[in-house]
């Protein structure tokens, strides 16, 4: 059976629909467009089946492949909508309001059963951030942050806490993927000189720090982010700070730790300083990219050992995605950057493509690991909107740009399970593509009329490093070295090139002192005291008396002088004396 096409929605000012996947690129015929242009939010459920949007009216669900409309809720105001993993519920929030008088509003987040429509419980939650309450892959458990609590429910029983998670100023908390035992990652920030910290724990087992899978502590934490990997080993955390006390990055300072489920942790050492602007598991789960450092940022793919494996050297960019099958990744400078893409095979470490999509606000892969989409979305852009689909092999497929007096506000794959798609062999060739090559003509710089007629002569701000292999070569005997001896390799180094430093500083000097005896010898050398603090007062004394004679030079030249020259000149005999007396007494 042929795999499905999947679809992609589009939301702006136009309305919401959707358009078919490759090859086809049609607007799809299963689902009305609703011409709305007051869509605020949409959602699709994990597999792909349903999807839910808002229109400024109610809150619909339909079946994506019947294009039956399955449920309808009276929420106008719904401006976050998520589904649970197995599709059960319907999560929606709306911003917290209260009442003239003061008395506390109506609860603004609300899960719906989506086979009833019943709505299964209300809460107050304030912040859209981390509004949406948290899963298990089979929904056993759901977990809410509450006031420093972690509140677990269990099988969608939202009447009775099963269990409580008591930490004192609990931050954040991320369940992890997959299948049970559920473990919980948790984030207390660090307060009265205290640090910070991580910790893991397996649900139920929540009796304090020994009962704890792991536990890291770091200091320089405004907030943390938590990352899983897929099979639920290992958490990484980006630990970041608002402002860089030392005031060499602008985005604050970042750090990278390392912490995994047996208890393990260590900080992952980045070669290069500055900011970390992305960090991604590979879906095989015993690898990781970062991309970190001033720009050009360097990218590396470290093992569960945080010990380098490729070195992608530097480039313009600060964004990384593998794909879904984790065989190609793709390493891209958006926001400030213009837009340029580097599709690599992972596991030949080899450069497929590198397409520019300028002026990109999002990239997504698509479900069936051979497509992306990059798109320009308002209000990040509210010119030159559009999406454009790609194959990795960099042929442009599909450019759609809307109207100039519109605008286009996302766009969302339609996603499937792992499975669903079979992951395909590595192509280098490009495919055929109907559209032209979207590459942008090299700029060329400036060149003032004087210089134009001259050959060019390249100059670069930045020396580009080349991508290099870290992993020990197989045919060579030699162990991979320990974290001791790459610290003692690091220091012989560091020694060998001190070394070196003092030995071209001494052949300076050399080559200095010869020419010196070989200057003329009406060169008076300096005769010195021996004392630091005599030397420095006949240094001043002679440094006044040369300013009093050129203060003499411009009253002979008729130069009327202020009062306080005319004192300086009249002081002349006074220092004469003192220098003399001071070279007297050597």
């Known amino acids: 059976?042929?795999?499905?096409?999947?679809?992609?929605?589009?939301?702006?000012?136009?309305?919401?629909?959707?358009?078919?996947?490759?090859?086809?690129?049609?607007?799809?015929?299963?689902?009305?467009?609703?011409?709305?242009?007051?869509?605020?939010?949409?959602?699709?459920?994990?597999?792909?089946?349903?999807?839910?949007?808002?229109?400024?009216?109610?809150?619909?669900?339909?079946?994506?492949?019947?294009?039956?409309?399955?449920?309808?809720?009276?929420?106008?105001?719904?401006?976050?909508?998520?589904?649970?993993?197995?599709?059960?519920?319907?999560?929606?929030?709306?911003?917290?309001?209260?009442?003239?008088?003061?008395?506390?509003?109506?609860?603004?987040?609300?899960?719906?059963?989506?086979?009833?429509?019943?709505?299964?419980?209300?809460?107050?939650?304030?912040?859209?951030?981390?509004?949406?309450?948290?899963?298990?892959?089979?929904?056993?458990?759901?977990?809410?942050?509450?006031?420093?609590?972690?509140?677990?429910?269990?099988?969608?029983?939202?009447?009775?806490?099963?269990?409580?998670?008591?930490?004192?100023?609990?931050?954040?908390?991320?369940?992890?993927?997959?299948?049970?035992?559920?473990?919980?990652?948790?984030?207390?920030?660090?307060?009265?000189?205290?640090?910070?910290?991580v910790r893991l724990y397996q649900y139920p087992n929540f009796g304090g720090p020994q009962s704890a899978l792991a536990n890291k502590s770091f200091f320089k934490a405004d907030k943390v982010t938590m990352l899983w990997n897929k099979k639920a080993t290992a958490v990484l955390v980006i630990a970041s700070t608002e402002v860089d006390k030392t005031g060499a990055s602008y985005y604050g300072e970042q750090t990278l730790h390392y912490i995994a489920t047996n208890g393990e942790s260590a900080v992952v050492q980045l070669p290069k300083n500055g900011p970390i602007y992305d960090v991604v598991w590979s879906p095989n789960s015993v690898e990781f990219c970062a991309v970190y450092g001033f720009m050009p940022a360097k990218a590396t793919v470290f093992n569960l050992k945080c010990d380098p494996v490729f070195d992608f050297g530097t480039g313009p960019r600060n964004a990384a995605y593998y794909s879904p099958h984790g065989h190609i990744l793709v390493l891209a400078g958006f926001g400030n950057l213009r837009g340029q893409m580097e599709v690599w095979d992972v596991k030949n470490y080899k450069l497929i493509s590198k397409p520019v999509a300028s002026d990109s606000t999002y990239f997504a892969w698509c479900p069936d690991g051979e497509h992306i989409v990059t798109a320009t979305c308002a209000p990040r852009l509210r010119v030159s909107n559009g999406y454009k689909i790609w194959h990795y092999t960099g042929s442009l497929l599909h450019n759609y740009e809307v109207p100039s007096n519109e605008e286009m506000w996302q766009v969302s794959w339609q996603p499937f399970l792992d499975g669903v798609f079979p992951a395909k062999a590595v192509k280098y060739q490009a495919v055929p593509s109907e559209l032209p090559s979207a590459e942008p003509k090299p700029a060329q710089a400036y060149r003032p009329p004087a210089l134009r007629n001259k050959p060019v002569t390249s100059s670069k701000l930045h020396e580009d490093e080349p991508p290099q292999n870290m992993k020990p070569q197989s045919g060579s005997s030699d162990k991979p070295l320990s974290k001791t001896a790459l610290k003692n390799q690091r220091k012989h180094e560091a020694k060998k090139a001190a070394k070196q430093e003092a030995k071209a500083d001494a052949n300076q000097e050399s080559t200095q002192s010869s020419a010196s005896q070989n200057a003329p010898r009406s060169a008076v050398p300096a005769v010195t005291s021996g004392d630091p603090e005599v030397d420095k007062k006949i240094k001043n004394l002679k440094k006044k008396l040369k300013a009093i004679e050129q203060l003499k030079e411009q009253a002979a030249a008729g130069k009327q002088l202020e009062k306080n020259q005319l004192e300086k000149i009249q002081k002349e005999n006074a220092l004469l004396q003192e220098l003399e007396d001071l070279e007297l007494g050597l």
């Not at 795999?3 to 078919?20: D, H, I, K």
């Not at 869509?39 to 089946?49: E, I, N």
């Open 1 to 197: 059976m042929a795999p499905p096409v999947p679809l992609l929605a589009v939301r702006g000012s136009e309305g919401l629909y959707m358009v078919n996947g490759p090859p086809s690129f049609t607007e799809s015929t299963a689902f009305q467009r609703d011409t709305g242009k007051n869509c605020k939010a949409v959602a699709f459920s994990k597999d792909g089946s349903l999807f839910a949007w808002c229109n400024g009216e109610k809150v619909n669900i339909v079946n994506v492949t019947s294009a039956e409309l399955l449920r309808s809720f009276d929420l106008p105001k719904a401006v976050c909508l998520e589904f649970s993993p197995k599709n059960n519920v319907l999560a929606t929030w709306q911003a917290y309001t209260t009442a003239k008088d003061g008395t506390a509003g109506v609860p603004n987040l609300q899960l719906h059963d989506v086979k009833t429509g019943k709505c299964l419980k209300s809460f107050i939650q304030k912040k859209m951030q981390n509004w949406c309450p948290c899963w298990a892959d089979d929904e056993s458990i759901c977990a809410r942050n509450v006031n420093n609590e972690v509140h677990f429910f269990e099988n969608n029983n939202f009447n009775t806490i099963a269990n409580k998670l008591h930490l004192q100023k609990v931050n954040d908390f991320v369940l992890s993927p997959g299948a049970q035992p559920t473990k919980v990652a948790v984030y207390v920030p660090g307060s009265k000189g205290a640090p910070s910290f």
